[in-house]
T-cell receptor, first 113, second 112 residues
Framework: DTAVSQTPKYLVTQMGNDKSIKCEQNLGHDTMYWYKQDSKKFLKIMFSYNNKELIINETVPNRFSPKSPDKAHLNLHINSLELGDSAVYFC????????????FGQGTRLTVV | AQSVTQLGSHVSVSEGALVLLRCNYSSSVPPYLFWYVQYPNQGLQLLLKYTSAATLVKGINGFEAEFKKSETSFHLTKPSAHMSDAAEYFCAVRGRDDKIIFGKGTRLHILP
């Protein structure tokens, strides 16, 4: 069984559209994250949720809205997509305390045309 | 606030030679430190982590890293490089706020 799974793996869409990426973890972790990896491979944290509560919200445009229906799921909805949103988005989960390791999904490659 | 600096965006070593990837961190609290590897078109896989139990940490695939507080470093090494080690390597730090901050990555090239 995949520990952290994201869908879809690839997403090609036009500017101005709204899209969602789903993430699920079956590790029983209480913390989940979204990261954005740009074309230079730089990984930037976007959001972190702990037990369905937003903990970290970096300077991300309001067009990005995370939603956590339960602690095993953290979805990312993006409104009014822009060319600059093209990137690989990674979901991750970890156990919150004690320096828990973050386990990553396989990523969603978003291409905005 | 935590931060991580990886020296060298590209490192090339010959097959069989020593691999050394450098990472320096900044943290106001005792850090948790990680090395991850990313193969092309894949997610990140944990190589090893430091959580204050031992300064020399052994990981998967023959990699190890040594935590040096005096130098604020956590360099990754492997005695003998293999072609399959070619990948992107990321150093990361985690503070008490659960935020995991990554370095900019080092692309490791293995020369035949």
């Amino acid at each position: 069984d995949t520990a952290v799974s994201q869908t879809p793996k690839y997403l090609v869409t036009q500017m101005g559209n709204d899209k969602s990426i789903k993430c699920e973890q079956n590790l029983g972790h209480d913390t989940m994250y979204w990261y954005k990896q740009d074309s230079k491979k730089f990984l930037k944290i976007m959001f972190s949720y702990n037990n369905k509560e937003l903990i970290i919200n970096e300077t991300v445009p309001n067009r990005f809205s995370p939603k956590s229906p339960d602690k095993a799921h953290l979805n990312l909805h993006i409104n009014s997509l822009e060319l600059g949103d093209s990137a690989v988005y990674f979901c991750a989960s970890s156990q919150g305390e004690g320096g828990g390791t973050a386990f990553f999904g396989q990523g969603t490659r978003l291409t905005v045309v | 606030a935590q931060s991580v600096t990886q020296l060298g965006s590209h490192v090339s070593v010959s097959e069989g030679a020593l691999v050394l990837l450098r990472c320096n961190y900044s943290s106001s609290v005792p850090p948790y430190l990680f090395w991850y590897v990313q193969y092309p078109n894949q997610g990140l896989q944990l190589l090893l982590k430091y959580t204050s139990a031992a300064t020399l940490v052994k990981g998967i695939n023959g990699f190890e890293a040594e935590f040096k507080k005096s130098e604020t470093s956590f360099h990754l090494t492997k005695p003998s490089a293999h072609m399959s080690d070619a990948a992107e390597y990321f150093c990361a730090v985690r503070g008490r706020d659960d935020k995991i901050i990554f370095g900019k990555g080092t692309r490791l090239h293995i020369l035949p």
